[in-house]
């Protein structure tokens, strides 16, 4: 069974930066995408950031209201998600969860849709003040 585990959540001040971490066990097959998804109090779970995990030659997809600040990596070797952080708002607050998809494709406009992920991790929470 997979499981993922996430890790580097914590409180900060708006304009800081946190690194979040993802890893990954129990995989017997192929993870195919893995992305970042947030859930804030009384939202919908939202897609942050989402990469192709399977190759090279998929740019990894972004939600709007991160690009340019968050930046998504895996290191295949450790099995671990990164999600690297900058310049963080008081609305990025949230809780933080890594999911993954079995192998199965998705294209660029469904990367962000937590329905088509699988697998999930219990999240870790991130809070920004002003």
């Known amino acids: 069974q997979v499981q993922l585990a996430e890790s580097g959540g914590g409180s900060v001040q708006a304009g800081e930066s946190l690194t979040l971490s993802c890893g990954i066990s129990?995989?017997?097959?192929?993870?195919?995408?893995m992305g970042w998804f947030r859930q804030a109090p009384g939202k919908e779970r939202e897609g942050v950031a989402s990469?192709?995990?399977?190759?090279?030659?998929?740019?990894?997809v972004y939600a709007d209201s991160v690009k340019g600040r968050f930046t998504i990596s895996q290191d295949s070797a450790e099995k671990t998600l990164y999600l690297q952080m900058n310049s963080l708002k008081p609305e990025d607050t949230a809780m933080y969860y890594c999911?993954?998809?079995?192998?199965?494709?998705?294209?660029?406009?469904?990367?962000?849709?937590?329905?088509?992920?699988?697998?999930w991790g219990q999240g870790t929470q991130v809070t920004v003040s002003s």
């Open positions: 999911a993954a998809t079995r192998p199965k494709w998705l294209n660029r406009a469904t990367m962000l849709t937590p329905s088509v992920y699988d697998y």
């Open positions: 129990g995989v017997t097959g192929t993870i195919y995408f």
């Open positions: 990469i192709y995990t399977g190759g090279s030659g998929v740019m990894p």
